[in-house]
């Protein structure tokens, strides 16, 4: 079965993720914090990474460009899962190596095209 790691301060964003991709068949398991995300990155494995943008501390483009730097984690897809709707942000996002991009609210259809175009689904 497909792992994911969902990287979202808000909590309730994050676990309905989570359930979500349960859905559609992948093991995913939440991070509520950029830095709980890369300690989590030590020992688990995960064939996607979905990423907020708008986190405090560490924001999502820097989580990115961090795991896209490192040669552990530069193949893993990132989905980029963002509130903000500017085209821009998009283009950063994916400029920095995301593969996708989806603007929330997520969907379970929207989530399935982005594990596909992963290659996880």
Same mark, same amino acid.
């Given at each position: 079965?497909?792992?994911?790691? /969902?990287?979202?301060?808000?909590?309730?964003?994050?676990? *309905?993720?989570?359930?979500? &991709?349960?859905?559609?068949?992948? *093991?995913?398991? !939440?991070?509520?914090? !950029?830095?709980?995300?890369?300690?989590? &990155?030590? $020992?688990? $494995?995960?064939? =996607? =990474? %979905?990423?907020?943008?708008?986190?405090?501390?560490?924001?999502? %483009?820097? #989580?990115?460009?961090?795991?896209?730097?490192?040669?552990?984690?530069? @193949?893993?897809? #990132? /989905?980029?899962? $963002?509130? @903000?709707?500017? !085209?821009? $942000?998009?283009?950063?996002?994916?400029? @920095?190596?995301?593969?996708?991009?989806? /603007?929330?609210?997520? *969907?379970?259809?929207?989530?399935?095209?982005? %594990?596909?175009?992963?290659?996880?689904?």
């Amino acid at each position: 079965m497909p792992k994911a790691l /969902v990287i979202d301060d808000n909590r309730m964003v994050a676990d *309905t993720l989570c359930d979500m &991709l349960g859905i559609l068949g992948v *093991t995913a398991r !939440p991070a509520y914090s !950029p830095r709980t995300a890369l300690e989590c &990155l030590k $020992t688990f $494995t995960p064939n =996607v =990474v %979905l990423l907020d943008l708008n986190m405090p501390g560490l924001n999502g %483009l820097e #989580v990115l460009r961090y795991l896209k730097r490192d040669p552990a984690f530069k @193949d893993i897809p #990132v /989905v980029v899962v $963002t509130s @903000d709707p500017l !085209p821009q $942000t998009a283009w950063e996002a994916r400029n @920095d190596g995301a593969l996708a991009v989806i /603007v929330k609210p997520a *969907t379970l259809e929207s989530l399935q095209a982005a %594990l596909h175009q992963a290659g996880v689904a």
